[in-house]
């Protein structure tokens, strides 16, 4: 319920942000208006294999012993199987672990 509850604020929160932007350009001088470009700086994958460990021995101390944890990606992702109805378990483990940090969920419930 948590992770609904946040998802539905931030979607909420970015869609308030990007309606403020607003579409008017104070400089009106076209001859002189600079045009720049940003990119975006990617996220340095963790390849700390402590932090691996970590995760996956607290998965598995809550019982989850089909979830693999992936540190060459940013954020560090699960992926495996875990039981019906415990993804926010599994997730709410995975990023305590994690010291706080958010994971990509890769992982399926198991049918």
Do not use: H, W
Not at 41 to 70: C, H, M, Q, R
Not at 84 to 107: F, H, I, R, S
């Amino acid at each position: 319920m948590k992770i609904r509850f946040l998802a539905v604020l931030s979607l909420a929160v970015a869609l308030f942000a990007g309606a403020c932007g607003g579409s008017g350009n104070a400089n009106t001088n076209t001859a002189n208006t600079a045009v720049v470009t940003a990119t975006a700086t990617p996220l340095a994958a963790n390849t700390d294999p402590a932090l691996k460990t970590n995760i996956e021995s607290e998965l598995k101390k809550k019982g989850f012993n089909n979830i693999t944890v992936d540190v060459t990606t940013a954020p560090a992702t699960i992926r495996g199987t875990y039981p019906k109805g415990k993804l926010a378990e599994v997730v709410q483990t995975a990023q305590l672990a994690n010291g706080g940090k958010p994971v990509k969920n890769e992982a399926t419930e198991e049918k």
